[in-house]
């Protein structure tokens, strides 16, 4: 059982948008900044959102990020198969003093 | 840019300890602004937090891990390390390093993972 909760899969079709959600409480998401991952089968995963909305260098602004309260989302414009992958959030936990992490969205473009 | 690769046995016994070692290439673990951490994903399964060390060797754990994992740092080698004791199949999975910003969920930069498998 995670401790933020996002749904388990998502898809859309290319070129559409998508939104990912992610719920937390006041201990997480709701005193900390929500930040995002990617993960593609048999490689490291990637941050694509941290800060709430910060993108890393190299990551396309079709990928961004909002927070409000305790929960934040990831939202994807211009779908690309490529895009298909797992997505985590994740934030600090005041109360663990270490990061929590959702259950991961599985993203299928169809 | 800084890089991180684990290393350790692919297969232990159960009940037996797992050993792995996160190698930091391109930067020095020294850094005060970082946790080292690390993080597993059994197959099919999510992310889970183990626990992370800080350059000066203070740690913190999982509450779900906390009597079996010790995180330790060697700042001459530029490596941590992860000792697991009393494993089951239970703790088969793919286990990774990460840098973590202090205070933060951000986890700029992640080892390519090494899958443990505990069988008999």
């Known amino acids: 059982q995670s401790v933020l909760t996002q749904p388990p899969s998502a898809s859309g079709t290319p070129g559409q948008s998508v939104t990912i959600s992610c719920s937390g409480s006041s201990s997480n998401i709701g005193g900390n900044a929500a930040n995002w991952y990617q993960l593609l089968p048999g490689t490291a995963p990637k941050l694509l959102i941290y800060s709430n909305n910060q993108r890393p260098s190299g990551v396309p602004d079709r990928f961004s990020g909002s927070k409000s309260g305790t929960s934040a989302s990831l939202a994807i414009s211009g779908l690309q198969s490529a895009d298909e992958a797992d997505y985590y959030c994740a934030a600090w936990d005041d109360s663990l003093n270490g990061p929590v992490f959702g259950g991961g969205t599985k993203l299928t473009v169809l | 840019q800084v890089q991180l690769q684990e290393s350790g046995p692919g297969l232990v016994k159960p009940s037996q300890t797992l050993s792995l070692t996160c190698t930091v290439s391109?930067?020095?673990?020294?850094?005060?602004?970082?946790?080292w951490s690390w993080i597993r994903q059994p197959a099919g399964k999510g992310l889970e937090w183990i626990g992370h060390?800080?350059?000066?060797?203070?740690?913190n754990y999982s509450p779900s891990l906390k009597s079996r994992a010790t995180i330790s740092v060697d700042t001459s080698k530029n490596q941590l390390t992860l000792k697991l004791s009393s494993v089951t199949a239970a703790d088969t999975a793919v286990y990774h390093c990460?840098?973590?910003?202090?205070?933060?969920?951000?986890?700029?930069?992640w080892g390519q993972g090494t899958t443990v498998t505990v069988s008999s």
């Open positions: 990460a840098r973590n910003l202090l205070g933060s969920g951000k986890l700029d930069v």
């Open positions: 391109g930067g020095s673990i020294n850094s005060r602004s970082y946790y």
């Open positions: 060390v800080y350059t000066s060797g203070s740690t």
